[in-house]
């Protein structure tokens, strides 16, 4: 059963100028898109910096209100989907509890004006968990999250960016939400400690059946972690795939220049790759046809007139490419 | 003893450089004797986890430590064995020398671009500064200079964006200015400090590719500040591993990913994510953290976290330090292993 | 339950042996942000001279009648522009403060009679004298000073800045204008930050036509230069009205430019916190409106908040300063800074009485020591802004 279907989501920021601020034109940030994640599972979403992934993730959690589209959320109690997308900000308050989020930045997702204990307790607190069962609950997450109890009655500047990172896992735990949504939740870490942060969300989900939208543009992680990945371009996705059908053979020429582009920490292999050319382009003006094909080695004129649309390529696949079927692209092995 | 291959002249060599950060909650030993050498034509990669001390090498290099970090020992000397060789740890930073050394004999790239370039001017202003800080030439000849600067790190329309604010452009645009910044003075070394941290693995790919035609074109003796073992592996000829302000293995860079000869370096290896992996794989970790360089460890600083000890030699007693020059792993381990062979 | 650490070593906490590292490292963990702010503060010395410097202004301004020696406001036309006079710490007995008697003199051109110091007479210095009545602290009534001179003929005094044209004791003066100086200066704050937070507020809370509105009235009022915009508002006030209602009139005037700036970093810290990952995950959390506000953000801007004051200060005092220089702030019998130097304006009087220029060494202190406050404060507030 899915937990999440998002349909034909838009968001569109709206760029104003003059005295009067009128709109002369939009920063198509999000445009038109689709997935499911189901229960239990991990949705990894990857591309480039401003491809619109964090507005995706933002949508999703009505951090942002949303331009057109829905957004059904099930939480599964027996009660039926709600589309979070149209629902006034009154009756989602009381939904939050079930959808958290992990952030990217370890230092600015912590109030620095809040003892660790009370950050944790702050969602408890709001949805009105009684203060004796708060203190339990806080011990409670700390040690799911491998931190010390002490930890309660410190303030953030104390840890480092992997044990903040923990603080703020426990936070988004600290609800039981069915629903996780990781806007790069290592990015910002040290290798050794993006392992133990990786481990940890690998186990906790084992624990707790948590579904999740893991965002990255590391795509080493992302193997690690998810079960199926969406590849977005300039606001779009281009290509969704279960984890290993992806990488071995990619279906879509940016999947492929994105694994080209990783770097294999092996000095025998070193670059015979080829090195996608090129910007991503400004979601305010995008091309015309496929947002890719002034980057794409395999454009064809077909490619600058129309736009492709996301179909079914079987097995759970999908691809948004006009030579999908022909081209024969090479993935990691 | 393994001798690394030395054909290329040996462009900057750091003898046992130490640097301290005194304030009112002590000293912090940043760097504790660190030793190694920079060869024309060839790259050199620095890696270790954050806090280690690889930007302080970097910015005492040029003589840039932030106040209240100062030199407390060793050298750097250019040009070692040569009729000019001069010890850049004994110059006063502010000399007219050092100027010339800074900007001009060795160039400095930023993980963060916007840290060299103003807000307030053109890029072509900056880069024209940059030129004529390092050569005498006119105007004229160092607006066509920027030009070029930009068209060979890849700036499409290089006419055009001379004319640009830094802001107006994309991270990786940004970083290519950031490198014809580093490359106006005609630099023969350069330091390039994380330059592709902050960037897409895409713009990553495209930067290091760039890094290495130009190394290639000009023969500059490269210093590659990282965390990322992928790029170690792309891009550098010796590897330098550091760990709370020490060398800890010196090796060519097959030698390095095949066999490492410290814990630090097979933990930090091991803990590398994979684009290989399987569904939910686990993986390796260390255990703890770095510890704040100042609250130093007894023995061997990596002790607390090591999971390869074999006694209490690793916390009595300090390993000796990689002999400069030469393959090597400051570890006990690695000694015993050594005298059984 | 035990989450896989397989990997990890046995941790040993190389801090553990050292005791008094490991002390300060909880005292810093433990630290709230409060503290961490005058942690870093304290590194300033500049800022701490600072602060002390203002304190110690602040204590005048509250025990200004104490600590004058004569009443600022009894003239005595003989002895106008007496030099400042030092006390004589020692005699031929030894230890015995005093200032020399007045002698009257009468000068030969004009035959007019006016004082000079006596040698001759020794007025011995004594500590908690009696002198005019005040109510100290506004409660008490009474007319002990700090010092003064014991006898004396009437007129006699001590001036240890010398006296103006009417024979009043700068000194004394110069006590009481730090009061009105400061506290107009500090009226005048007080004021702009209660606007200047409302309508920042307001502005970087609702956005949209509103924030318009009020970003447009801002940008008014500063282009408007703002020496004759006070003038003309200045020079509207009545010549009937008190010394009380002008005071507070020109409160309002001197606050009407300085709110813009308070307004200005309120609403910026307004926008920049409301996009910060720790308001959007109180936010995700299911807080309130009410509680996002002043649960989260208010606590994070309010250090930038006494940063800008201690920087509008200066601008206020200034300010007041000025327009009483130029006749049109305060007007006497009101005693402040920028009064006392409009005595000082006239170039023969000042090449007689130079001394009359003293009252400028105040405001510079003020104002540079609130300048290196503010500096330090910002610094210690947001040290990577
Ligand atoms: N508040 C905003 N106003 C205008 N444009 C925005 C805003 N937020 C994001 N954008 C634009 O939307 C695009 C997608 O941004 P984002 O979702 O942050 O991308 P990603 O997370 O993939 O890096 C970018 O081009 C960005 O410039
Ligand atoms: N300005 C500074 N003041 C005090 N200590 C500093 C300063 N800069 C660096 N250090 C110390 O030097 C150590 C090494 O820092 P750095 O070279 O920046 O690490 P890296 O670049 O490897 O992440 C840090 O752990 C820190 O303790
Ligand atoms: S549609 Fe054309 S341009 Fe776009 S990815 Fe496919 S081949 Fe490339
Ligand atoms: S010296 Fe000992 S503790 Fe240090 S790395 Fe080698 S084995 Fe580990
Ligand atoms: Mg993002
Ligand atoms: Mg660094």
């Not at chain 1, 959690?61 to 039926?80: M, N, Y």
């Not at chain 3, 002990?144 to 001590?158: A, S």
Request: glycine share 8%; aromatic share 6%; proline share 7%.
């Amino acid at each position: 059963m899915n937990l999440l279907e998002v349909e034909d989501l838009k968001k569109h920021y709206p760029i104003r100028a003059g005295l009067l601020r009128r709109e002369v034109g939009r920063v198509r940030a999000v445009d038109g898109v689709s997935f499911h994640i189901a229960k239990g599972e991990t949705l990894a979403l990857v591309g480039e910096s401003g491809c619109g992934k964090t507005t995706v993730s933002r949508c999703i959690l009505r951090a942002l209100p949303v331009t057109s589209g829905a957004i059904r959320f099930a939480t599964g109690d027996g009660e039926a989907a709600v589309d979070l997308a149209t629902l006034p900000k009154r009756q989602i308050r009381p939904l939050r509890r079930h959808m958290q989020m992990i952030f990217q930045d370890p230092y600015a997702s912590l109030n620095p004006r809040m003892m660790v204990g009370d950050i944790i307790a702050e969602p408890l607190k709001v949805n009105g968990v009684p203060a004796a069962e708060r203190r339990d609950r806080v011990l409670e997450l700390l040690e799911l999250v491998q931190m010390p109890p002490g930890a309660r009655t410190r303030f953030p500047h104390a840890f480092s960016g992997g044990q903040r990172q923990r603080v703020g896992i426990a936070r988004a735990l600290a609800l039981n939400p069915k629903l996780v949504v990781a806007d790069e939740p290592v990015s910002a870490l040290d290798v050794s400690v993006q392992a133990q942060i990786i481990n940890l969300l690998l186990d906790l989900q084992d624990r707790l059946g948590l579904s999740m939208l893991f965002v990255a543009h590391d795509l080493s992680v992302v193997r690690h972690v998810s079960d199926r990945v969406a590849v977005m371009y300039v606001g779009r996705i281009v290509e969704v795939a279960p984890t290993d059908a992806l990488y071995r053979a990619p279906l879509h020429p940016y999947t492929e220049a994105l694994l080209a582009a990783v770097p294999a920490p092996d000095p025998t292999r070193r670059s015979r790759r080829r090195v996608a050319q090129g910007e991503v382009a400004d979601p305010a003006n995008p091309p015309p046809g496929c947002a890719f094909h002034p980057r794409c080695p395999y454009a064809v004129e077909r490619c600058r007139q129309e736009r492709p649309e996301l179909m079914p390529a079987g097995n759970g696949r999908a691809v948004s490419c006009h030579r999908a079927g022909e081209l024969e692209l090479a993935g990691v092995r | 003893m393994q001798q690394t291959p030395m054909a290329e002249r040996t462009a900057l060599a750091i003898r046992d450089l130490a640097v301290q950060f005194e304030s009112e909650q002590g000293v912090v030993r940043a760097l504790d004797g660190v030793s190694f050498d920079l060869h024309a034509g060839r790259t050199l990669g620095i890696v270790g986890e954050s806090g280690c001390g690889k930007s302080v090498t970097a910015r005492s290099i040029l003589r840039i430590v932030d106040r209240p970090g100062r030199i407390t020992g060793g050298h750097m000397l250019l040009d070692p064995g040569t009729p000019q060789e001069v010890d850049l740890a004994a110059l006063d930073p502010e000399s007219k020398r050092m100027r010339e050394v800074r900007g001009g004999r060795i160039g400095l790239i930023f993980q963060e671009p916007m840290t060299a370039l103003s807000v307030h001017y053109t890029v072509g202003n900056q880069i024209i500064e940059a030129v004529r800080q390092h050569s005498d030439v006119s105007k004229e000849e160092a607006r066509n200079r920027a030009i070029e600067l930009l068209r060979e790190v890849g700036i499409p329309r290089p006419e055009t964006r001379i004319s640009a604010y830094p802001f107006e452009l994309s991270g990786g645009l940004r970083q290519r200015v950031g490198i014809a910044m580093a490359l106006a003075g005609d630099p023969e070394i350069v330091i390039a400090d994380e330059p592709t941290t902050a960037l897409d693995v895409t713009t990553q790919a495209q930067i290091l590719a760039l890094l290495r035609r130009l190394q290639a074109e000009k023969n500059i003796a490269l210093m590659l500040i990282t965390h990322d073992m992928g790029v170690i592996a792309e891009m550098a000829d010796e590897v330098a591993v550091m760990y709370l302000g020490r060398v800890v293995e010196f090796a060519p860079v097959q030698q390095v990913f095949a066999a490492p000869r410290h814990p630090y370096t097979r933990a930090l290896l091991r803990a590398v994510p994979s684009i290989l992996a399987t569904p939910r794989q686990r993986l390796s970790t260390i255990g703890g953290a770095v510890p704040h360089p100042g609250s130093r460890p007894t023995g061997c600083a990596y002790h607390p976290r090591c999971s390869e000890r074999i006694g209490a030699i690793c916390m009595e007693q300090r390993p000796r330090p990689v002999p400069s020059g030469e393959a090597g792993a400051s570890c006990f381990k690695d000694e015993a292993r050594e005298q059984a062979a | 339950m035990s989450v896989s650490t397989a990997s990890d070593p046995p941790a040993s906490d190389p801090r553990a042996s050292d005791p008094k590292a490991a002390a300060a490292e909880a005292r810093y963990a433990e630290a709230t942000q409060l503290q961490l702010t005058w942690w870093r503060f304290r590194r300033h010395k500049l800022a701490v001279v600072s602060l002390f410097v203002i304190a110690l202004f602040y204590g005048i301004a509250i025990f200004a009648d104490f600590l004058a020696a004569s009443d600022p406001h009894a003239t005595d036309a003989r002895r106008s522009f007496i030099p400042p006079q030092g006390i004589h710490l020692f005699d031929e007995n030894g230890f015995n403060p005093h200032v020399y008697g007045l002698r009257g003199v009468r000068n030969p051109r004009t035959f007019q009679l006016s004082y000079s110091p006596d040698p001759a007479r020794k007025l011995p210095v004594r500590l908690f004298t009696r002198g005019y009545t005040y109510n100290l602290l506004g409660l008490i009534e009474t007319d002990i000073h700090l010092f003064g001179i014991e006898g004396g003929r009437p007129g006699e005094g001590i001036f240890l800045l010398g006296t103006d044209q009417l024979g009043r004791d700068l000194y004394s003066r110069m006590m009481v204008a730090t009061r009105v100086s400061l506290s107009i200066g500090l009226a005048g704050v007080t004021l702009s930050l209660f606007l200047g937070v409302l309508l920042g507020g307001i502005s970087g809370l609702y956005g949209g036509w509103v924030d318009l509105l009020i970003q447009r009235l801002i940008e008014l009022l500063r282009s408007v230069p703002t020496i004759p915009l006070w003038m003309g508002l200045a020079a509207a006030l009545p010549r009937t009205w008190s010394v009380i209602e002008v005071y507070f009139a020109i409160t309002i005037i001197i606050s009407l430019i300085g709110w813009t700036d308070l307004a200005r970093v309120v609403r910026g810290r307004f926008l920049a916190l409301r996009e910060e990952d720790f308001v959007v995950a109180a936010e995700l959390s299911g807080a309130s409106q009410g509680r996002i506000i002043f649960r989260h953000m208010l606590p994070s801007f309010a250090s930038h908040v006494i940063a800008a004051t201690s920087l509008a200060l200066p601008a206020m005092i200034i300010s007041e300063t000025s327009l009483s220089f130029l006749g049109l702030g305060l007007r006497p019998p009101a005693v402040s800074w920028g009064i006392l130097l409009q005595d000082a304006q006239n170039i023969q009087v000042l090449a007689g009485a130079p001394w009359l220029l003293s009252a400028a060494v105040p405001v510079t202190l003020v104002i540079l020591a609130f300048n290196f406050l503010g500096d330090g404060l910002r610094d210690a507030a947001d040290p990577y802004g």
